[in-house]
């Protein structure tokens, strides 16, 4: 079956600091891939996502490519804020996010300290 | 445009009461899913349906627990007799065929005293 795997947290960081959360996955198929942010006392929003292999997503100075040979779609940020912390989740479709909904890793708990 | 809504954003309940979870999709969205979040933990695939019908509901506990998707009114998230390990975040999220991405809904806290 699927599955979706990433670095446990917290991961606390300086503002201005340079952030990786690894994600890797297991999928039957080519599936779509996702990264949510969860603030808090919120629901999850779309963050970015990536289609298929090489594609890079980004968003709000957030990006990830997937990486097929590797099966991984690591979030990275050139300079966080303390506004950016959050629970990010992975996730994976292999419809691309609607039929099948999604598969999501355990979340990555983010702090940014000033 | 309203995103997807859920009430309650908390329920507190009693060991054995029951407990109706609800959500409105966004307009003009006929899909509809519903996750689990138990405390650190991710989220949890628990059912999808379609309009009067469930689609997968591999995601579901087979006793206690149970989904609906009316014609007319929201989707509604029922877990009779409630239990402790029931305290968890519920969020349900909404799609529509064109796009197939998934729009989440704020989340219902139920605690179990």
């Known amino acids: 079956g699927n599955s979706v795997t990433q670095m446990e947290g917290p991961v606390t960081l300086s503002e201005e600091a340079f952030l990786t959360i690894n994600c890797t996955y297991t999928?039957?198929?080519?599936?779509?891939l996702f990264w949510y942010v969860q603030y808090p006392g919120e629901g999850l929003q779309l963050l970015l996502k990536a289609t298929k292999a090489d594609d890079k997503g980004s968003n709000k100075g957030f990006e990830a490519t997937y990486r097929k040979e590797t099966t991984s779609f690591h979030l990275e940020k050139g300079s966080v804020q303390v506004s950016d912390s959050a629970v990010y989740f992975c996730a994976l479709s292999e419809s691309g996010g609607g039929a099948d909904g999604l598969t999501f890793g355990k979340g990555t708990h983010l702090i940014i300290q000033p | 445009n309203a995103g997807v809504m859920q009430n309650p954003r908390h329920l507190v309940r009693r060991r054995g009461q029951e407990a109706r979870l609800r959500c409105s999709p966004m307009k003009g969205h006929s899909h509809v899913y519903w996750y689990r979040q138990l405390p650190e933990e991710g989220l949890k695939f628990m059912v999808y349906l379609q309009k009067e019908n469930i689609i997968d509901e591999s995601g579901m506990p087979k006793e206690r627990f149970s989904a609906e998707f009316p014609k007319e009114g929201p989707s509604i998230l029922r877990i009779q007799q409630v239990v402790r390990g029931d305290s968890a975040a519920y969020f349900c999220?909404?799609?529509?065929?064109?796009?197939?991405?998934?729009?989440f809904g704020e989340g219902s806290r139920l605690t179990v005293l």
């Open positions: 999928a039957t198929g080519y599936p779509s």
């Open positions: 999220a909404s799609s529509d065929l064109d796009s197939g991405e998934l729009f």
